[in-house]
Each structure stands twice: as structure tokens, then as C-alpha cells.
């Protein structure tokens, strides 16, 4: 008899959504969870931390730039940065207890320390083994590290630090227009930081709808961020006088320098697999650190598993909770799936950045027969009276069929509202499905049915 059906090491999204599911089907479930509180890096240090410090600075730069013109006089808030510390952290921990409640109505034991696989079928935790029949590996990612810049997490920080600076920065410099680097910059700059990021490639947020690309670093840039694009960061130097962030442009490889109170390292995430024992165990690795599994989540060592961050595809918490909602599908007896080609990606900055499934670089590469329906916030009277007019929906739709590819919106509440398409997808639906439903008005929904209507005979609006 082992001690437990199975045992999943880690707690983060991908983890602790499989331990509820393998409860809620009828298994004895365990999760080995070494930080103190549940929820892995996304509730603790990831999406919810940085969503919070994203709601308060929205609400400081809408006093800033609307409520005059909204006939709201006299707003000048001050920032109590240790209080809005405090309630990043309440929200934090209501979510991190709120994940220790649902074990506890689950029934799901947290066996608390760092996990290691003995051998298949034994997990130890400090000096206890205990024994499962499947073991699924779910311990996430962490920053990768940049060749010339070490991270102290006070000066030069990565996502960590910066959600967590004992005062506010003057000045910072940002390495990586990813979805950490323009999150976190943002909130910086909206809390009157200059705020610069340093991009290695010719675009931001690359793999991105290149007409989002253009539009959001134009909206950015109006909102303060300055970008230093095609440039390939060197080294960082701490120094009395601030950090200095040495680069070297691509284009023609002249070298400068720029000197900011604090640096933020934003070039990516790695799998985390360290003292899991992977090795002797003989887990075959894929591709930049990930374990390698099949289209089951199973790893070469019959009865482990991985899922989320730690094996390929998009780093995301919805990822990895699907994955982990398919993989307890599985080891019970059930047919757990995920749609990896449609799993939403959501910045949320403001306006928020949302997309699913194709690219137009993607279709044209691929020598796809398409058509786009785009249709922008400027002919939507709810998105102008909140004065976030500026972006547009997008729908890519087969050229023959009509059937949705791929959805880009760059809008208010763009990361809701992509969930429409995703649905429609999901369904095999054609534009028409989506311009023929109707929308309530006024609502920034309507964007996306104009934009399905684009696809058709045509846009009202536009
Ligand atoms: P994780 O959440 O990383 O959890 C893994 C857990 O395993 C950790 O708690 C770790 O302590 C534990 N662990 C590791 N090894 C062991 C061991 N040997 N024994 C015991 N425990 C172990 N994604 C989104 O979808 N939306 C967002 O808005 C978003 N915002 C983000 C913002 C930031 C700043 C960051 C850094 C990430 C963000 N992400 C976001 C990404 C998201 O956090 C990850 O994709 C998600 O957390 C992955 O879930 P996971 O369960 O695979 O791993
Ligand atoms: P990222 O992969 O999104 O962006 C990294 C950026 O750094 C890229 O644009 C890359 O070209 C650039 N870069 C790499 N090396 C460089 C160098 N030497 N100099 C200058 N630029 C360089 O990674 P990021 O932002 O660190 O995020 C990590 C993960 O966390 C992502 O996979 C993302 O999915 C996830 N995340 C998701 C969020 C969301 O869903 N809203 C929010 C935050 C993180």
C-alpha cells in the first residue's frame, strides 16, 4: 500500500490545481511545497503581486491624466509606498490562504519541504519518504540569469526585488521589453519613475502581433517608458553614482551606457528542477532546462510526471493550471487534454494587451490563405469615454472558410474580453458566429464583434 495515490511536488498553479482535481476524482493526494505559504511563484511573487501594484498605479495615473477632465478638481494623491506594500502583500496572502482552504475542503495533505524523488513511486521530504504510485513534478521556474549582471535583489533585481523595493525608485533601467519588463515598468513609471527599457531584439513583446508591437510601444511611450531597441545589454556595474547598464547597439555596434537607481532584469524564466535528483533518476531533459514529457505529461520513468513551467511550451499560470487539471484527468483513469492552440496571453498594462492563437507573421510564414478584421477602439463610444481609444481588435479568419485563427486586441479590458474568441475557437467557430451574436451597447465587446464583421462585408463603426 503506498501512502499516497499520488504526489505532486510543488504548489504553484500547476500543482496545487492538480492535487484539488486528483481529490475531487476519489484520489489520496499530496503536495510537497517548501515555501511557506502555497500558490508557487504566481500568488506569492508573479501574476498576483504584480497585479495588485498594476491596480494601484492605474488608479494613481487615472487621477493623474483623466479626472481633471472628467470635472473631478483637486485629486492630488501622495503615495504611502509602505502602505501600498502592505496591500499587495493582503492580497497575497488572502489568495496564498485561500489555496490552504481548499486543500483542507479537498482533503489534500501539504507535506511542507523541499521535495526530492528517492526512486519512482518515493518522495523525500527532509529525513520522511513517503510513497505514491505517480509522482508529478510541478516546481516551476525561475529567473535566468544574464552574463555581466549580478542580482542582489536591492539594486540590480529581478522580478522579486522589484515587487518589493524598500523605497520608491527614482529611475530604472529595464532589461527585456517582455511581459515582466512592461508589467513592472510601468508600474514605475506611472509611480513618476524614468523608466527606460533596453531591448535586445527590434521589437517588444516579441512573438506578438507586429501591429500590437507598433501600437503598444507608441502607447507606452506616451506614457513615459523610453525604449532603447536592437540593443544587446553587457554588464551591469554598481557603482556610488547608481547602477550602470553597459550595451551595445546591433545596428551599429556602438557601445553606451545608462546610469538609473535600480536595474530589473526581465530576459526570461527558466525551469527549476534543482535537487530533485532528476538526474540519477535518469528524467530525460528537453530543450533550455525543461523535463521532457509526451502528450501525457509523462515523463521516460514510468509514473513521473511533469507539468507547467518546468516543461515546454508558454510560461503561464493558466498553462500550467490546465496541464495540471488534464494530468490528474489522466491518472485517473480519464482523458485529460489541453488545446495548446488556444491558450490566451494577457499584459496587463493599460490598455491591457490580449491574444490568441496566430499571428498575421505567423499566417503569412506559413503560407496561409487569410483574412483580418480589425476594427479600432476609436469607434467605440465606451472605450472613448474612459479615454482609451488608442488600440484595436483584430481577427484573423481562414480566407476560405471564414473559420477564427487568431485574435490581437490592444484595448480596455482586452484581457476578458479575448476570452470570447477563445471560446469561439474552441467551438471551430467562423467570424460570422461572432459578428451575428449580438453585443450589448455600450460595451467594449462590441470592438470584437466590428472586428468579426470586418471580416465579412464590413465594420458598422469604422
Ligand atoms: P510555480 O508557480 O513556479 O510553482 C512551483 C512551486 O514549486 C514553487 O512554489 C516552489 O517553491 C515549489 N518547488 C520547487 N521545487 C520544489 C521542491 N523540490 N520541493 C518542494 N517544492 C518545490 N502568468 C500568468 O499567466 N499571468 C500573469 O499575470 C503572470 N504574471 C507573472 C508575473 C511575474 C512577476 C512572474 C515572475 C510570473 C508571472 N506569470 C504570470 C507566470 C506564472 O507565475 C507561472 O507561469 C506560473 O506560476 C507557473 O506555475 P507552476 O505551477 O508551473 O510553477
Ligand atoms: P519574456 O520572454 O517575456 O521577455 C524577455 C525579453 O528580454 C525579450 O523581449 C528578450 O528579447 C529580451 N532580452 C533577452 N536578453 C536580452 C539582453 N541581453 N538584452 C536586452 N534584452 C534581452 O520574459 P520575462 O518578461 O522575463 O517573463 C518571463 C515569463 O513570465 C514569460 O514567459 C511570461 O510568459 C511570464 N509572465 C507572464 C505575465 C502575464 O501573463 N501577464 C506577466 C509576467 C510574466
Redesign the pocket.
Given at each position: 500500500m503506498s501512502d499516497f495515490d499520488t504526489i505532486i511536488?510543488?504548489?504553484?498553479?500547476?500543482?496545487?490545481?492538480a492535487a484539488i482535481r486528483c481529490a475531487q476524482l476519489g484520489q489520496k493526494v499530496a503536495v510537497?511545497?517548501?515555501?511557506e505559504t502555497?500558490?508557487?511563484?504566481?500568488?506569492?511573487?508573479?501574476?498576483?503581486?504584480?497585479?495588485a501594484l498594476l491596480n494601484a498605479t492605474h488608479h494613481l495615473h487615472e487621477v493623474h491624466e483623466n479626472f481633471e477632465k472628467m470635472g473631478l478638481m483637486g485629486a492630488n494623491p501622495t503615495v504611502d509606498w509602505g502602505k501600498m506594500q502592505s496591500y499587495k502583500q493582503d492580497v497575497v496572502n488572502g489568495n496564498t490562504k485561500g489555496i490552504e482552504f481548499l486543500f483542507k475542503k479537498n482533503k489534500v495533505t501539504w507535506l511542507k519541504?523541499?521535495?526530492?524523488i528517492a526512486a519512482p513511486g518515493q518522495v523525500k521530504?527532509g529525513e520522511q519518504t513517503y510513497t505514491a504510485k505517480n509522482i508529478v513534478i510541478?516546481?516551476?521556474?525561475?529567473?535566468a540569469s544574464l552574463p555581466g549582471v549580478t542580482v542582489d535583489e536591492k539594486t540590480v533585481v529581478?522580478?522579486?526585488g522589484?515587487?518589493a523595493l524598500e523605497k520608491m525608485p527614482a529611475s530604472v533601467t529595464v532589461i527585456g521589453a517582455g511581459?515582466?519588463g512592461l508589467?513592472?515598468g510601468s508600474v514605475y513609471a506611472r509611480l513618476g519613475a524614468k523608466v527606460t527599457v533596453v531591448e535586445f531584439l527590434e521589437a517588444i513583446t516579441p512573438g506578438m502581433d507586429g501591429e500590437v508591437q507598433k501600437s503598444f510601444q507608441r502607447i507606452l511611450a506616451k506614457q513615459g517608458l523610453k525604449f532603447i531597441i536592437g540593443a544587446a545589454v553587457k554588464g551591469v556595474d554598481v557603482t556610488a553614482a547608481g547602477a550602470v547598464t553597459r550595451y551595445k547597439l546591433r545596428k551599429d555596434g556602438s557601445e553606451a551606457a545608462l546610469t538609473s537607481e535600480v536595474v530589473l532584469v526581465?530576459t526570461g524564466?527558466k525551469p527549476?528542477?534543482?535537487?530533485?535528483g532528476l538526474e540519477a533518476l535518469g528524467v530525460e531533459m528537453g530543450p533550455r532546462g525543461t523535463v521532457k514529457t509526451d502528450a501525457h505529461w509523462a515523463t521516460n520513468v514510468p509514473g513521473i510526471y511533469a507539468?507547467?513551467?518546468?516543461?515546454a511550451g508558454?510560461?503561464?499560470?493558466?498553462?500550467?493550471?490546465d496541464?495540471?487539471m488534464a494530468v490528474a484527468e489522466i491518472l485517473s483513469g480519464k482523458h485529460g487534454h489541453v488545446n495548446y492552440g488556444v491558450i490566451p496571453?494577457?499584459?496587463?498594462t493599460t490598455p491591457e494587451v490580449a491574444s490568441v492563437g496566430a499571428t498575421e507573421e505567423a499566417l503569412k510564414e506559413a503560407g496561409r490563405a487569410y483574412k483580418a478584421g480589425k476594427f479600432p477602439f476609436m469607434g467605440n463610444a465606451r472605450a472613448k469615454a474612459v479615454f482609451q481609444a488608442e488600440g484595436f481588435v483584430k481577427i484573423l479568419a481562414d480566407a476560405a472558410t471564414d473559420r477564427i485563427l487568431g485574435a490581437h486586441i490592444i484595448g480596455p479590458g482586452a484581457g476578458d474580453m479575448i476570452h470570447e474568441i477563445c471560446v469561439a475557437m474552441e467551438f471551430g467557430a467562423a467570424a460570422q458566429d461572432v459578428a451575428l451574436t449580438c453585443h450589448a451597447h455600450p460595451t467594449y465587446s462590441e470592438a470584437v464583434r466590428e472586428a468579426a464583421l470586418a471580416c465579412g462585408d464590413g465594420a458598422i463603426h469604422a
Amino acid at each position: 500500500m503506498s501512502d499516497f495515490d499520488t504526489i505532486i511536488i510543488g504548489a504553484g498553479p500547476g500543482g496545487y490545481v492538480a492535487a484539488i482535481r486528483c481529490a475531487q476524482l476519489g484520489q489520496k493526494v499530496a503536495v510537497v511545497e517548501g515555501r511557506e505559504t502555497l500558490g508557487g511563484t504566481c500568488l506569492n511573487v508573479g501574476c498576483i503581486p504584480s497585479k495588485a501594484l498594476l491596480n494601484a498605479t492605474h488608479h494613481l495615473h487615472e487621477v493623474h491624466e483623466n479626472f481633471e477632465k472628467m470635472g473631478l478638481m483637486g485629486a492630488n494623491p501622495t503615495v504611502d509606498w509602505g502602505k501600498m506594500q502592505s496591500y499587495k502583500q493582503d492580497v497575497v496572502n488572502g489568495n496564498t490562504k485561500g489555496i490552504e482552504f481548499l486543500f483542507k475542503k479537498n482533503k489534500v495533505t501539504w507535506l511542507k519541504g523541499w521535495g526530492q524523488i528517492a526512486a519512482p513511486g518515493q518522495v523525500k521530504v527532509g529525513e520522511q519518504t513517503y510513497t505514491a504510485k505517480n509522482i508529478v513534478i510541478a516546481t516551476g521556474s525561475e529567473p535566468a540569469s544574464l552574463p555581466g549582471v549580478t542580482v542582489d535583489e536591492k539594486t540590480v533585481v529581478t522580478s522579486t526585488g522589484a515587487l518589493a523595493l524598500e523605497k520608491m525608485p527614482a529611475s530604472v533601467t529595464v532589461i527585456g521589453a517582455g511581459v515582466i519588463g512592461l508589467e513592472l515598468g510601468s508600474v514605475y513609471a506611472r509611480l513618476g519613475a524614468k523608466v527606460t527599457v533596453v531591448e535586445f531584439l527590434e521589437a517588444i513583446t516579441p512573438g506578438m502581433d507586429g501591429e500590437v508591437q507598433k501600437s503598444f510601444q507608441r502607447i507606452l511611450a506616451k506614457q513615459g517608458l523610453k525604449f532603447i531597441i536592437g540593443a544587446a545589454v553587457k554588464g551591469v556595474d554598481v557603482t556610488a553614482a547608481g547602477a550602470v547598464t553597459r550595451y551595445k547597439l546591433r545596428k551599429d555596434g556602438s557601445e553606451a551606457a545608462l546610469t538609473s537607481e535600480v536595474v530589473l532584469v526581465a530576459t526570461g524564466r527558466k525551469p527549476y528542477t534543482a535537487g530533485l535528483g532528476l538526474e540519477a533518476l535518469g528524467v530525460e531533459m528537453g530543450p533550455r532546462g525543461t523535463v521532457k514529457t509526451d502528450a501525457h505529461w509523462a515523463t521516460n520513468v514510468p509514473g513521473i510526471y511533469a507539468i507547467g513551467d518546468a516543461v515546454a511550451g508558454p510560461m503561464l499560470a493558466h498553462k500550467a493550471e490546465d496541464e495540471g487539471m488534464a494530468v490528474a484527468e489522466i491518472l485517473s483513469g480519464k482523458h485529460g487534454h489541453v488545446n495548446y492552440g488556444v491558450i490566451p496571453g494577457v499584459i496587463y498594462t493599460t490598455p491591457e494587451v490580449a491574444s490568441v492563437g496566430a499571428t498575421e507573421e505567423a499566417l503569412k510564414e506559413a503560407g496561409r490563405a487569410y483574412k483580418a478584421g480589425k476594427f479600432p477602439f476609436m469607434g467605440n463610444a465606451r472605450a472613448k469615454a474612459v479615454f482609451q481609444a488608442e488600440g484595436f481588435v483584430k481577427i484573423l479568419a481562414d480566407a476560405a472558410t471564414d473559420r477564427i485563427l487568431g485574435a490581437h486586441i490592444i484595448g480596455p479590458g482586452a484581457g476578458d474580453m479575448i476570452h470570447e474568441i477563445c471560446v469561439a475557437m474552441e467551438f471551430g467557430a467562423a467570424a460570422q458566429d461572432v459578428a451575428l451574436t449580438c453585443h450589448a451597447h455600450p460595451t467594449y465587446s462590441e470592438a470584437v464583434r466590428e472586428a468579426a464583421l470586418a471580416c465579412g462585408d464590413g465594420a458598422i463603426h469604422a
